[in-house]
């Protein structure tokens, strides 16, 4: 083989690597981007957990910013008396509360909403939603777990 043939052998060689290690690296910064993207809604998400724990320590009802404005989302019915102020999932919650004429348990609003009642994790979130709407005077939180609504 001459010179030339294994110059041309190696500039070929080299070639194909190169073009390997393009396509590697056009993956790697494909993936980089996606991290970077995540890392960010990762800190959002801290960051709102964080603003959420503050603000139950401190009792204050927790504002979500509407059109640059704050606005609570779950309002005190004393401020606002007209459940139509409430996001449709938590009056849905509180239709199934009044519909059952009494106390109710997590469990029931849970079947009626179609939710998975026999895996425990399923009804935490409602069971948050349904102190919540308590809290501000939507329901009554009875002793025993249960949940009224209020008259």
């Known amino acids: ?40 809604v990762l800190r959002r998400l801290a960051e709102q957990d964080r603003a959420e724990a503050e603000a139950a320590v401190a009792e204050a009802p927790v504002k979500a910013q509407v059109a640059g404005r704050a606005a609570l989302l779950v309002p005190h019915r004393g401020e606002c008396p007209d459940e139509s102020a409430l996001p449709g999932d938590y009056r849905r919650i509180l239709s ?49 777990g249960k949940f009224a609504a209020r008259l």
């Open 1 to 40: 083989m001459s010179e030339l043939e294994r110059i041309t052998a190696r500039r070929s060689e080299l070639d194909a690597l190169a073009e390997e290690l393009g396509k590697q690296l056009r993956e790697v910064q494909a993936e980089r981007d996606e991290l970077v993207i995540a890392e960010r």
């Open 96 to 144: 199934i509360v009044r519909a059952a004429g009494g106390a109710v348990q997590v469990r029931a609003v849970g079947e009626e909403l179609g939710l998975e009642v026999e895996v425990r994790g399923k009804l935490e979130p409602l069971r948050a939603r349904l102190t919540k709407l308590a809290e501000r005077g939507w329901l009554h939180k009875r002793p025993d």
